[in-house]
């Protein structure tokens, strides 16, 4: 009997050591986790120049480690969601600000504790909302903002006695002014409109005119309206009286490079091009011109950084876009690329707007904020996807133009096929 009873007791003190060791490893407190690793995709930024950013953030967040990828913007978007779909993809990637439409099946929205709509509207300009948010949930957050400026050689507008063009018909008119041709043609363009083949931007452009003519709706583009947009893009190579452009022409970056281009719109990334290429160029970026100043609407295209819907840490991740659009990483961006370039990205935090604002380039991108406005005619995105699609039926619809003189006729193809892209990537009759 005491034999059983020592037993006993030795087989419960071995079953208790067993239980005060092991049990605990399982409902006991967790062991401190390793590092998490985000990746992260880039595209315009050198490693260079987002590593004392990401450096920042590491610091403070000593168990997060960040790799970022810069990526090539050939195939980007459709190489990106193609990871995605793949689950190999990264944790936070950089979108266009047209682009939610194609990625949001691909993106988890940011946690109520990270951004609030309410915060999210009271931090970035109202653009960043029609951007990146549906069904009140955040899908990305910007970075910067940018979209088209009208970039005026300062000599050239000097020399006529010009002042910065307010409206249309004052751009016109100082246009005429700066606009010098000889037998053979034009020598010196007053400014860069009218063609789909050699003007940089060309589809910003005649997006800008479109969302600022009153009464057009692009899901119906066969309209008196849109047919004077046409006209009028069109008219400054084809109208004696308007012409300061044609179709022979150097591209319109090049003209302005050689100071041959009065007025020539781009985004705010140009400028750096334009520099590089011609250190002496005197030049500045203004406010686009108004149709009518009592509704000023600006042209928007931008980027954003969003987390991937194959994340293991979209909380982390999120917290690191909420980092990079802070106003100390914000300002810290800004400084490192100035040390190589012109500036930085401009804020895409309306609280750093008169940080710069008065920049005699970059200024004119924050004033134009508050009005931005986008479609989907944004340049230089190389989707493959809803902008170069629909950018391709402007293209011929204004190649039409010139050539037959009616915009009409040319605004039924273009309608088709806007319809086409619409419904492939919005669904039938969408549009922001």
């Known amino acids: ?4 009873i020592i037993i006993v007791l030795a087989v419960a003190i071995i079953l208790g050591l067993i239980f005060w060791l092991i049990v605990p490893r399982f409902f006991g407190k967790k062991a401190p986790d390793g590092p998490i690793t985000l990746t992260y995709f880039g595209l315009w930024e050198e490693d ?6 990401i450096d920042e953030y590491q610091k403070q967040n000593p168990s997060i480690i960040i790799k970022y990828e810069r990526q090539s913007s050939i195939n980007y978007r459709t190489r990106v969601q193609t990871q995605i779909r793949s689950g190999v993809g990264p944790d936070v990637f950089r979108i266009h600000n047209s682009w939610l439409a194609m990625f949001k099946d691909d993106l988890t929205p940011a946690p109520q504790d990270i951004f609030t709509l309410t915060n999210y509207r ?4 109202p653009i960043s909302i029609e951007s990146f948010v549906s069904d009140n949930k955040i899908y990305a957050a910007p970075i910067e903002i940018d979209g088209l400026g009208l970039f005026v050689n300062e000599d050239m507008l000097k020399g006529v006695g010009g002042e910065d063009p ?6 016109i008119d100082t246009a005429k002014l700066m606009t010098v041709r000889d037998a053979t043609g034009i020598k010196t363009a007053g400014a860069a409109l009218g063609t789909a083949s050699n003007v940089d931007h060309f589809s910003d452009i005649l997006g800008l005119l479109l969302l600022q003519q009153p009464e057009v709706d692009f899901n119906n583009l066969v309209s008196d309206k849109a047919a004077e947009v046409l006209d009028f893009y069109t008219s400054f190579v084809t109208d004696p009286n308007r012409k300061t452009w044609d179709v022979n022409l150097p591209d319109s970056k090049t003209m302005f490079i050689q100071g041959r281009l009065g007025f020539y719109f781009a985004p705010s990334w140009r400028a750096h091009e334009l520099r ?5 160029l005197n030049f500045k970026v203004i406010p686009v011109p108004q149709l009518n100043t009592q509704r000023i609407v600006n042209w928007a295209t931008f980027w954003g950084e969003g987390v991937s819907k194959i994340s293991n840490h979209p909380k982390e991740a999120w917290q690191f876009i909420k980092f990079l659009t802070s106003p100390e990483a914000e300002k810290l961006m800004y400084q490192e690329a100035s040390k190589i370039r012109l500036f930085g990205e401009p804020y895409s935090l309306t609280s750093l707007r008169p940080e710069i604002e008065n920049d005699p380039i970059s200024g004119a991108f924050v004033k134009m904020g508050p009005n931005y406005k986008f479609w989907y005619l944004a340049s230089n995105t190389f989707d493959g996807g809803i902008n170069d ?6 293209e011929d619809g204004v190649n039409s133009t010139l050539r037959n003189g009616n915009s ?3 605004l039924i193809t273009i309608n088709q096929g806007v319809k086409q892209v619409l ?3 919005l669904g039938p009759a969408a549009s922001p």
């Open 122 to 125: 009271n931090l970035f300009y």
């Open 166 to 171: 307010i409206t249309w018909q004052d751009f």
């Open 48 to 53: 260079s120049l987002i590593k004392p950013v």
């Open 423 to 425: 419904d492939q990537f």
């Open 1 to 4: 009997m005491k034999r059983t």
């Open 276 to 280: 590089v290429a011609n250190p002496n």
């Open 389 to 394: 699609n629909m950018i391709k039926y402007f």
């Open 408 to 410: 009409k006729s040319a």
